[in-house]
């Protein structure tokens, strides 16, 4: 998928760094952790990798 095409489907990130968009996930069941899905974009803005992590 492209940049354009993620932006269509989780709508806007909310962060940006370089080649990388960050989504909040919000709070897991238990309410103490939260979850990030982060996004990694080549150079022609097609997603590489994801990364989805509880803190």
């Known amino acids: 998928m492209t940049k354009d095409e993620i932006i269509e489907l989780l709508g806007e990130p909310e962060s940006q760094y370089q080649n990388e968009f960050s989504y909040y996930l919000g709070m897991e069941k238990r309410g103490i952790d939260i979850g990030t899905l982060t ?3 080549n150079e ?11 803190s």
């Open 39 to 41: 996004i990694k974009f």
């Open 44 to 54: 022609e803005g097609k997603v590489t990798n994801y990364k989805v992590r509880r």
